[in-house]
């Protein structure tokens, strides 16, 4: 899990996983969207499929990059207490506002 949350932390990478979170991408499209070099790009690409979060096959000359949902499940799992805690926030959040709404009646 580690290394998946060490690839999670730079915003390049984000952003490459939030474009291949729609369809699957060469290089070349992925490059267009960020603001640093072609090499940078590589590097960033060889970071993600070492972390397991894409995949990659040829097509032709060009690699095509494809996101591996799965390997988010482990961090998931470790984010579900943090939900469930934000969840009873919420949820007394939101009974604080009803009873709000009750009193201005």
Known sequence: MDEVLQALADPSRRTM?????S???SAGELAAALPIARPGVSRHLRVLREAGLVDVRQDAQRRIYALRPEALTEVDQWLEPYR?????????LHTEIARGKKERK
């Open 84 to 92: 469930a805690l934000w969840q009873n926030r919420l949820d007394a």
């Open 23 to 25: 369809h699957p991408a």
């Open 17 to 21: 996983l939030e474009i291949l979170r």
